[in-house]
């Protein structure tokens, strides 16, 4: 699938709006998606982008999105944007879980020991992860439900127990 090669100018592109699609609920996993990227020869980002677009037109409208059927119309029917502006994606309603996670760990441990502490946060097959500089790893959606305490613990070099 040229949409997961690093190698492809697709690639970039894709990687891009994914955190977008992902966070209005694109399932990349799913086979017609999958099968709708395959099939998108040519303007992939115009697609991308007018899927974004019409998202946020119906988060504004108050419209139910269905998101995987959205991503597929905009790729078969080479959707093209109506006004685009690159603001969109930062815009709460895009902002990923790992993004979300990234300003409350600046809030919760500070600037100082979050940058010290993380690496990156990143998607990988579909799904968001925090890379800690101990060299572990946690998907997001677990960093969520464990809590700060325990996450620090985790991500720390040395067991924050063994400081006190």
């Keep these: 699938m040229w949409f997961w090669e690093k190698?492809?100018?697709?690639?970039?592109?894709f990687k891009k709006y994914e955190p977008a699609l992902v966070t209005i609920g694109v399932n990349f996993a799913d086979?017609?998606?999958?099968?709708?990227?395959?099939?998108c020869s040519y303007d992939l980002e115009d697609a991308l982008r007018s899927a974004?677009?019409?998202?946020l037109w119906l988060s504004e409208h108050e419209k139910e999105i269905f998101s995987n059927a959205l991503l597929i119309r905009a790729l078969q029917d080479n959707w093209k944007p109506k006004a685009w502006r690159d603001e969109y994606l930062e815009l709460p309603m895009f902002e990923s879980p790992g993004?979300?996670?990234?300003?409350?760990?600046?809030?919760?441990?500070g600037r100082d020991v979050r940058n010290q502490l993380v690496v990156d946060v990143f998607f990988d097959g579909g799904r968001e992860f925090i890379k800690f500089t101990n060299g572990k790893e946690i998907l997001v959606k677990t960093a969520w439900v464990w809590g700060w305490e325990r996450l620090l613990?985790?991500?720390s070099p040395v067991p924050v127990s063994s400081i006190w």
């Design 7 to 13: 190698e492809s100018v697709e690639y970039e592109v």
């Design 31 to 39: 086979a017609e998606v999958q099968d709708a990227l395959e099939g």
């Design 52 to 55: 974004i677009e019409y998202a």
């Design 99 to 109: 993004q979300r996670w990234w300003n409350a760990a600046e809030k919760m441990w």
């Design 153 to 155: 613990e985790y991500a």
